[in-house]
Each structure stands twice: as C-alpha cells, then as structure tokens.
C-alpha cells in the first residue's frame, strides 16, 4: 500500500489547509482542546457541522449520490490528518457515521430521502439504544419491548450508556417485537425515534470517572413509534444491527488522531527531562517506548486505509472492523499512559483544572501538561465502547482464524 502523496494529493492538502485556515475559528480550536472525548459544548457541534456542510464536506466517508465529497481514500487521509493537526472537534456524530450508512445500506428510499439530508446538515443529531443494563456484550439478550398497535409500536424499557442522548433529537435502537422466538436474535427490530423529547422517554445523566457528561441511561414509559420507522423487517433488526456495529468499530478515523497524539507526545517528551537529566525524548527506555508506539500506530494507518479501500468499493470491513477497534483502542491508551509518564507529578491536578469547563483554564505546570490526566481518564472506555476489546478477539478468532 502506497502512502506517498502524488502531486494531486498535495494540490487537495493545500486546499483543506486553506479551508481550515479559513474557518476553524480559535473558538473551536480552544473548545476542542479542552475535550478530553466528545465536544461538550453541542452549539459549537452544530455550528462545525454547518460549516463543513456549506463547503459539502460534512460527511468524508460518504458517496457522493447521498451527499458525500466522493472522496478517494487518500483524500480522505488527508482530511482526517489535517483536521487532527489542525486541532479540529473529532466528536462522535452518529447520524454521520453509524445510522447514515445504514439506511444506506438497508433503509428504504422514502427513510433515506427523510433522514439523510438532515444528518448532512447537522439538523439532526442520534443517539444509539443498543445497551441495557445485562444486556452489553451479551447484546441479543435485550428486554427493552415494542408491542405491536395498529400502525405503531409502543415502547416500554430502557437503555444504558447512551452516548450523547442529552444532546440528541433522535434516537435509532434495537427494541424486541417477539419475546417468544426460538433464538433471541430472531425477537429483535431496528427502529428510528423521530422526537426524542417525546412525552415517555426520559435521560438521565451518568458522569464519568473524568468528570465527563457523555452518557446517560434513557427511560421509555409507552413511547409510540410508527411502524414506519423500523428498519428492515420484524424481528431481522440482528442483521441491521450488526451491519452498524461494523462502521461504528471500522468507521473511525484512528490513524489521524493516533498519529496527531503521538507527535503532541514527542513534542512533550521533548520539553520534559528523565531522572538523569537529560531530555526524555533522548532516555533511551522511553524512546524505545515511543518508536515501538509509532510501529503500532502506522500498522493502524495502514489497516484504515485497507478499510477505506473496502468502504469505498460498497464493501464491508467485516472482521478488520474489530482488528482495528482492538488495535486503535489499545494504541490510543499506551499514547496516554506514555503521557502520564512524561509528565509524572504534573498529572494529577490537571484533572481538577481541566474541568473546569467554560472558565478561564489555567495550568499548574507546564501548558502542554493541562489534559494528559483527562484524556488519560476518559481513553479507558475506549476498550469498552462499540463492544469490548475481549469480544474483539472473539469476533476475530471465528471469523479470521477460524476458530
Ligand atoms: C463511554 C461509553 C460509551 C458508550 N456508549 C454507548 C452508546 O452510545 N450506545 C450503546 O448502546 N452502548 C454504549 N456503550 C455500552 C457499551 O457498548 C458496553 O458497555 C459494552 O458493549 C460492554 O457491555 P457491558 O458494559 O454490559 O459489559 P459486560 O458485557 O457485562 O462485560 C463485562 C466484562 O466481561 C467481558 N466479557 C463479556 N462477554 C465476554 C465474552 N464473550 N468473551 C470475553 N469477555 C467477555 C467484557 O469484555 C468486560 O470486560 C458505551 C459504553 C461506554 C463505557
């Protein structure tokens, strides 16, 4: 796989630094560096999305005939590197990268034709329902119902560490439409929540070990939903469900912002001295640490792009989806680590200071130190989220080893 840039390649990176140039305002840049994991602040979400909308670029990974740049692969490694370099909001947008491509996928034309455009513009935000509480790795166990009424479902149960549902108007989720089926994957349907303040549902938050507001636990108390808004048919929502699960694990971009982390790293190591005194970049224990990160963090750029490729050619990551979740995951919580170590007792009152949010955030110690213990604390679900890392190796040793 060749990763040299053609002279196409740099006229396309010369343009997307102009853009961001241009329109990423300080706002945004300060906003996103103080976010340890999603951007908090959903005005500013939407206000990007806008942005990126207007010049048609708020959807990289989309085909062009629903709305896509029709990028190349490479085009879209450019985009994912300088935004990262640029200090760009990276927040989870789940219309963008779970829901849109499945409707694409298995939405009828009327569902595309609604929801699409919406996403595309930043109108609409989503949230995903798949947990509950029991019901994790052991997704297929769901008890959240939807009983059967004329047109509609009603909907009755709840839902566990749903990411960004306080800052979401609709919701897509898994709901069991036949409790009696003889595999509990045959009970399980796809729907769409159109309103999500609808009277019924309710949010509550869960606050995280970083202090963070990310997710909640969503309450349904006879929420009706039009049988409309189911994707594919009654009781085949596994088969829907899995085909997210794939662009949620292969979707993200890892490489860019792995890359981008490490060389923050470097920088720091760099500023930073060992024991001995010398610069820590020059510690030979740590920069072994460092070369074997950058090792693993090329192998995942190189697995993106093999991914990418696949995306591109309207085929599925399949399996690779959970070799680079695993690995990206992984990598991105050594890069952490690394930095913890870097700048040792400077860490722990980061914490405090950083959460303080929309205040003037100050640094104890060094500025490059302020979010090393946040984005430290809030990189630990990584290995969790999108299924985690043990069912990774699961999903792998089947279906690649075939074991
Ligand atoms: C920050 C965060 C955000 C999230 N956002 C969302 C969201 O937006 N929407 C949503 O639906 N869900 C979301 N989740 C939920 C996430 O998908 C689940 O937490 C995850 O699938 C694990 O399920 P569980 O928490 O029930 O743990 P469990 O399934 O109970 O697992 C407990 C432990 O057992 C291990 N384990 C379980 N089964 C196996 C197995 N077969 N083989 C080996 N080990 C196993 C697990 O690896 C884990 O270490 C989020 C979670 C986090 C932490």
Same mark, same amino acid.
């Given at each position: ?14 343009? !997307? ?54 990028? #190349? ?82 909907? #009755? ?11 979401? #108007?609709?919701? %897509? ?22 309103? @999500? ?21 969503? %309450? @349904?108390?006879?929420?009706? !939903? ?20 794939? %662009? ?51 192998? !995942? ?62 640094? !104890? ?19 969790? @989220? ?18």
């Amino acid at each position: 796989m060749d990763l040299a840039m053609k002279a196409e390649d740099v006229a396309f990176r010369d343009e !997307v630094r102009a853009f961001l140039k241009e329109n990423l305002t300080d706002e945004l840049k300060a906003h996103a560096r103080l976010t340890p994991g999603i951007l908090a602040d959903q005005d500013l979400r939407v206000e990007w999305t806008k942005i990126l909308h207007k010049k048609g670029w708020s959807a990289p990974s989309w085909p062009k005939e629903h709305g896509g740049p029709g990028w #190349n692969v490479m085009q879209r490694f450019i985009w994912a590197s300088e935004c990262a370099a640029a200090g760009a909001p990276h927040g989870s947008n789940m219309g963008l990268a779970m829901v849109g491509p499945t409707l694409m996928g298995h939405g009828t034309p009327e569902q595309r034709a609604k929801y699409l455009p919406a996403i595309l513009s930043g109108d609409d935000w989503w949230c995903q329902g798949y947990s509950e509480p029991g019901s994790g790795s052991d997704l297929a166990s769901l008890q959240c119902r939807a009983d059967s009424d004329g047109d509609d479902y009603i909907i #009755n149960g709840t839902k566990l560490w749903t990411t960004g549902a306080h800052q979401s #108007n609709k919701m %897509f989720l898994l709901v069991r439409t036949n409790p009696n089926a003889a595999k509990k994957q045959e009970g399980i349907s796809f729907l769409l929540i159109d309103d @999500f303040q609808a009277k019924g549902i309710k949010v509550d938050p869960i606050i995280t070990l970083a202090g963070d507001h990310e997710v909640n636990q969503v %309450f @349904f108390d006879d929420v009706r !939903v039009p049988k409309a808004n189911r994707v594919g048919a009654e009781n085949n929502g596994w088969t829907v469900a899995k085909y997210l699960l794939e %662009f949620e694990r292969g979707g993200a971009a890892h490489g860019a912002n792995l890359r981008n982390s490490l060389n923050k790293l470097k920088v720091m190591a760099a500023a930073e001295r060992s024991d001995d005194g010398e610069k820590l970049i020059d510690d030979p224990a740590f920069a072994r640490k460092i070369a074997e990160t950058d090792v693993e963090v090329t192998a !995942v750029e190189y697995t993106e792009h093999r991914i990418m490729s696949q995306l591109s050619n309207g085929q599925n990551p399949g399996a690779a989806a959970s070799m680079i979740k695993l690995r990206g995951s992984d990598t991105n919580q050594k890069i952490t680590e690394l930095g913890i170590e870097a700048i040792a007792y400077y860490a722990e009152p980061h914490v405090l200071e950083a959460r303080n949010w929309g205040s003037n955030v100050r640094s !104890v110690g060094p500025d490059h130190a302020l979010m090393v213990m946040p984005k430290y604390l809030n990189t630990r679900a990584q290995t969790i @989220f999108g299924g985690s890392n043990e069912v990774q190796r699961g999903i792998m040793a089947k279906a690649v080893l075939g074991l």
